[in-house]
């Protein structure tokens, strides 16, 4: 599993120095058939949009297959009738197409296909073949798919494979899923486990519980995001909520041998001797819990923010205290004095245009705690409203495992200030959160779209709150 992000690397690496050679896609389509003559293993093709797409079409059709039954061949001998659609796609550039030689290859079925469909979507992190690569892994209850998809996990070098082939085991919700789930805890690339973390949750299994509840244990110091989503998944499973590692032990000791999760639980509450902690040492904005220590808030200051919200069931002006801006202030600053000082944080402003802090995540205590502070007090409401270009600037920056965003309203036009469509924020979103995994929690005061704010959270697997 060590050379998972040295492949990363490798294709990120590439994909700089060809954007850096500014090559025409007419060239580089001439490069493909000087490649096919030399044996080449590998070209890039430019997409329409002005994208270099990393997907290597000669490269996915001539890497050897390990790990599987195949091992040995080459994906190229003797194509199948998706595999050459595919090819064919991939040459000309076209989604559609690839969509459809998707399709074909998920028909064919057998280690090649998810092979090859693995491989695509790593490289088409965005819809539509993003959502085409979903649905040609998913097969509900098939255990044989769920086999081969844990091999191609298993012999995965490349972490954003890894992760398409656990979102496809997850898919099946075949209990033939579990052991390869399991396994993926053990990943060192942190969005292979939380994706195998998120699938459990959603795949009940008695078999789960000792490797999560390990997991758990083995993050208790850092206590950080990813800890605390083994212990949602755990609470999930388990229909309980403890705080600490040795508890989770003390109830796994006790259940009975034939207990399963989503049984009657009653047998086991009060056998352990553990009384239920509460989250309260946990800093919170607006009710929702700061569990991570790489955290980035995403805070509102366009001009609606300045309007005051008046307190439900009362008449007559709201006080200065409702001022959004002002709510949104004393909130974050409250929350940065309780951040414990092994949290890294970042703050981003964002209205017509977007401000950071600072250019990376800093730890929350001296001179940098002091300096935030500050910056944020001296924040104020004027300006449209770029949610989009401010969601782009947070999970651009490094190491972030989740965004917390507080807005009151609709993205707008940065030039004109009129609303505009937010299915193509959520898309861009999507596309660069792809592999990143960075959890997006969402606080949305009176008027803000709640369907637009909804949707980031559940795309990123964060939760959405009303800010009254």
Known sequence: MGTRGESLQADSDQHRRLQAGGQEPARLHAQIGKAEQRGVQGVALMGRDGSLLLFLALLLFSTPLS?????????????????????????????????????????????????????????????????AVRDALQRRGDGE?????AAQFAASRDPKVAVIAVEGLVASFSAEAVPALIEALESIDRAVVLTAVRGLRLIPDRRSLAPLVDLV????????ALWAEARVTLSALGNRSYRHCEDWRKWLAVIPADWQPGSDTSVAVGKTGVEHPSDDDLPTVFGQEVASKRVVFVLDTSSSM????????????????????????????????????????????YSTDVATFKGKLV??????????????????????????????VALSIEGVDTIILLSDGTP???????????????????????????????????????????????????????IR
């Not at 798919?145 to 998809?149: C, K, N, T």
Request: charged fraction near 25%.
């Open 67 to 131: 790990g599987s039954s195949l091992s040995g061949s080459s994906i190229g001998d003797d194509p199948s009738a998706g595999e050459k659609a595919l090819r064919v796609a991939l040459a000309a550039d076209a989604e559609e197409a690839i969509v459809s030689a998707l399709a074909l290859l998920a028909n064919e079925g057998g280690a090649r296909a998810i092979t090859l469909i693995c491989r695509v979507g790593s490289r088409f992190p965005g819809d539509p073949v993003r959502s």
């Open 145 to 149: 798919w769920a086999g081969l998809l």
């Open 217 to 224: 244990c083995s993050l208790e110091d850092r206590r950080n």
């Open 306 to 349: 300045a309007e005051k919200d008046t307190v439900a069931g009362e008449s007559g002006s709201a006080p200065s205290s409702r001022v959004r801006m002002e709510r949104a202030k004393a909130e974050l600053i409250g929350v940065l004095g309780r951040l414990r000082p092994d949290v890294f944080f970042n703050i981003v402003g």
């Open 363 to 392: 730890a929350s205590k001296g001179t940098r705690l002091k300096q935030a502070i500050r910056w944020v007090g001296a924040l104020q409401p004027q300006g449209y409203t770029s949610t989009g270009e401010a969601l782009k």
């Open 412 to 466: 707008t036009d940065r030039y004109t200030g009129k609303r505009i469509r937010v299915l193509p924020i959520v898309e861009r979103v999507r596309r660069q959160n792809r592999f990143l995994k960075v959890t997006i929690h969402t606080l949305g005061f009176r008027g803000a779209n709640e369907p637009f704010m909804k949707q980031l959270a559940r795309d990123s697997g964060g939760i959405y709150a009303p």
